[in-house]
């Protein structure tokens, strides 16, 4: 019985596939790690709050300045035209002369903005809409002595929206 030898040329690792799919593997997942942290060093993670405590313990406060809009009978509809906000508050009570609106991104902390409008007439306010991304924003108008409160969902497609106090659950 005789063997038979199978002559082979002699070729070089380099030239082969299999170490470079070898190494390939290890490569990707080093490039996929380096991606993954440049994406969590520019992009914050604002979903904890580091007084997380003394805003659980500060809930009853907004619940009674959200009670407080409902007694009033507070209801505001919100005017968007171009860069423009303009904002009418109807219920009982003296209107103060200017109202906080805050436009809260619902995920990025960042993101978030606060405009005064300033009192055109008898319950009528006027204001510059700040820079905001499409999409869906919460929204909170209160007076600047922080007596009441009013909350509402707003999407930047819309021209208008009616926010009532009585929206309690």
């Not at 993954?36 to 313990?57: F, M, P, R, S």
């Not at 009670?67 to 919100?78: Q, V």
């Not at 869906?136 to 002595?145: K, P, V, Y």
């Given at each position: 019985?005789?063997?038979?030898?199978?002559?082979?040329?002699?070729?070089?690792?380099?030239?082969?596939?299999?170490?470079?799919?070898?190494?390939?593997?290890?490569?990707?997942?080093?490039?996929?790690?380096?991606?993954?942290?440049?994406?969590?060093?520019?992009?914050?993670?604002?979903?904890?709050?580091?007084?997380?405590?003394?805003?659980?313990?500060?809930?009853?406060?907004?619940?009674?300045?959200e009670?407080?809009?409902?007694?009033?009978?507070?209801?505001?509809?919100?005017?968007?035209?171009?860069?423009?906000?303009?904002l009418?508050?109807?219920?009982?009570?003296?209107?103060?002369?200017?109202?906080?609106?805050?436009?809260?991104?619902?995920?990025?902390?960042?993101?978030?903005?606060?405009?005064?409008?300033?009192?055109?007439?008898?319950?009528?306010?006027?204001?510059?809409?700040?820079?905001?991304?499409?999409?869906?924003?919460?929204?909170?108008?209160?007076?600047?002595?922080?007596?009441?409160?009013?909350?509402?969902?707003?999407?930047?497609?819309?021209?208008?929206?009616?926010?009532?106090g009585?929206?309690?659950?």
């Amino acid at each position: 019985m005789t063997t038979r030898t199978i002559d082979r040329p002699n070729v070089r690792w380099y030239r082969e596939p299999w170490p470079w799919i070898l190494l390939g593997l290890p490569a990707s997942v080093v490039v996929a790690g380096i991606a993954t942290l440049v994406i969590a060093i520019k992009n914050e993670d604002g979903l904890v709050a580091e007084d997380y405590y003394k805003q659980g313990l500060a809930i009853n406060r907004v619940i009674e300045r959200e009670s407080r809009a409902a007694e009033m009978g507070l209801m505001a509809r919100m005017l968007v035209a171009d860069r423009n906000v303009r904002l009418s508050l109807e219920g009982s009570g003296e209107f103060p002369d200017r109202v906080m609106v805050r436009f809260v991104h619902p995920t990025r902390a960042g993101e978030d903005r606060e405009i005064v409008l300033m009192a055109i007439g008898s319950g009528w306010y006027q204001g510059s809409l700040p820079a905001l991304a499409q999409g869906r924003w919460h929204l909170q108008i209160e007076d600047a002595m922080s007596t009441w409160r009013l909350t509402g969902t707003w999407v930047t497609s819309q021209k208008s929206l009616l926010i009532s106090g009585a929206q309690l659950p």
